[in-house]
């Protein structure tokens, strides 16, 4: 029998278990101990270097995380005592044969862990040199030392404590979908790739049980990340899934930090990285930000974020193309709501790297566009048409801007003359632009990226939450990039693909056109154009109180009669999310 097993969980990393098993099969060969590699997916590489070093082989059909693959390892082990470890770390020297003195010299504790140092190999990291690189790392000080929690990438457990505790448990419910977890689980395991709660809940039943842990300070592992896996964008993204995970983790135990508090560590980690040039700051920022999006999305499904909207008892009987709402952000205590939640998404997006990727990459992609962008000012209160066409012109893209005065008409009629004037065909892109938007530096870039990149037809931009926006589901989403919907509005900003112009063009003649974008959301179902709104380019809409030109009753009366014999989507339709792209 050997003296231990030692369970090395992996999954499509061939590379970094090559380094791992190099420095773990020496020791394992001199204690007389077991290498099981659990491959959690299945892999002919991953499978070669587990027999080059020796260790036994076993493989998942598909991923189930790591949690499963140490389940899956501790049945294959022959071994009383089960050591576990992970595919991204280096060992020290005496790591295996410290562990195995530590079980025989205290045989009244079952699970022992030691520290976990951090290292990025073959990159320049500049930190203030507080702390070591930004990735798990366990530090309990030099002395040896009952603890309450270790780390799988370095623990040690009795074979009893298993059969008296049970098994890790598989699903916590952490994770929004089997392709999270399987993506997260990609980067390692817990805690380094995002797995918060995994390993912590095993601990917490066997502390629960009255077991103990000891902590062995000489027991150290390095945890390692290397090449592309070591640059600030990998690492921003893999601390900002870390950080969504934690805070469900924190969720499910029921001691969730703040709102508040989990703003100002995003805040505090932005800074931090200004003012010392510090890139850990970033990484810390990034793993706020996913705690902060995931706080967010917490009160979004309690209805804490929601904007004002119709109740029941006002929809009833209502057309059913209507908006559920006005939208308005009225009144100080709403404004102050909405302008705290705008700051947080906008900080969000700045601790993920989302907002300067993004422009990165729309500036390589799509290629130059013609982009015709038609608007309707009014000359009798105060707009941004100017400010808008100023940002609009900014755009690498050749961009045709061309605004009518309202006058006499309605706005679709004076879009129909403008059309009249300056034809769309010719062009790859028409936006429609109201007169009160503010858009975002950069706007037209980054929004024909996404719009792109997810082959929208018809595209709008997300409405930041202090915005007038009569349609819920037009209101960002922080840490979405671009959701496929079944709806997009007519207004404040609408684009059209080229594909569309034959069907759409020219506009129906409508003053108003309540109404319209219900029925070009059913034709764009038909014809199978995606919809959708762009999150990562979000406008404010609220210099001037929506329908403030207008009766509301003159409206509703010509949508009715537009929409008399044509198809439509309806309310409920409208509100439906088809898909969310956090990247692209």
Known sequence: MPSASIVVPTRGRPAYLDVALASIAPQAERAGAEVIVVDD????????????????????????????????????????????????????????????????????????????????????????????????????????????????????????????????????????????????????????????????????????????????????????????????????????????????????????????????????????????????????????????????????????????????????????????????????????????????????????????????????SPPMRSVLVLGVERTDVPGLMEVTRQELRRSRHDVTVAVAAAGAHGKFQNLNVLLEREPATGHDWLLVVDDDVALPRGFLDRFLFCAERFDLGLAQPAHRARSHAAWPVTRRRPGSVARETEFVEIGPVTAFRADTFEALLPFPDLRWGWGLDAHWSALARDRGWRMGIVDATPIGHGLRRTGSGYRHADAVAEARAFLDGRPYVTRDEAARTLAVHRRW
């Open 41 to 364: 997916g299945g892999d002919a590489d991953t499978r070669t270097v587990a027999e080059r070093h020796e260790a036994r082989y076993v493989a998942h059909e598909r991923p189930l995380g790591p949690n499963a693959a140490r389940n899956s390892g501790i049945a294959a082990a022959q071994a009383p005592l089960v050591v576990l470890t992970e595919d991204d770390v280096e060992v020290s020297d005496s790591w295996l044969a410290t562990l195995l003195e530590a079980a025989r010299d205290h045989p009244e504790v079952d699970v022992f862990g030691g520290p976990i140092s951090a290292r990025l190999d073959g990159v320049r990291w500049r930190s203030c040199g507080r702390g070591d690189a930004p990735i798990s790392a366990l530090e309990r000080g030099t002395e040896d030392r009952e603890v309450d929690l270790v780390y799988a990438g370095n623990m040690l457990l009795r074979r009893e404590a298993l059969e008296r505790v049970g098994p890790f448990a598989s699903s916590l419910g952490l994770y929004e979908d089997d392709d999270e977890r399987r993506r997260i689980s990609a980067g390692g395991s817990a805690p380094g790739a995002g797995f918060y709660g995994d390993e912590e809940e095993w601990q917490r039943r066997y502390r629960a049980a009255g077991g103990r842990t000891r902590y062995v300070a000489d027991a150290r592992v390095v945890h390692r990340r290397e090449g592309a896996d070591a640059r600030l964008g990998a690492l921003m993204r893999a601390a900002y899934a870390r950080g969504r995970v934690s805070r469900r983790w924190s969720q499910a135990k029921g001691d969730p930090p703040s709102l508040a508090s989990e703003a100002r560590v995003l805040a505090g980690s932005l800074w931090h990285a200004g003012r010392r040039g510090c890139l850990n700051g970033l990484v810390l920022a990034a793993g706020a930000g996913g705690r902060l999006r995931e706080a967010l999305g917490e009160r979004r499904r309690l209805g804490a974020a929601a904007p004002p909207a119709l109740g029941a008892a006002d929809l009833d009987g209502a057309d059913p193309w209507l908006a559920p709402g006005s939208g308005l952000v009225a009144g100080r205590r709403a404004n102050l709501r909405a302008r705290g939640r705008d700051v947080a998404a906008d900080s969000l997006a700045l601790a993920t790297g989302q907002t300067w990727r993004l422009d990165r990459a729309a500036r390589r």
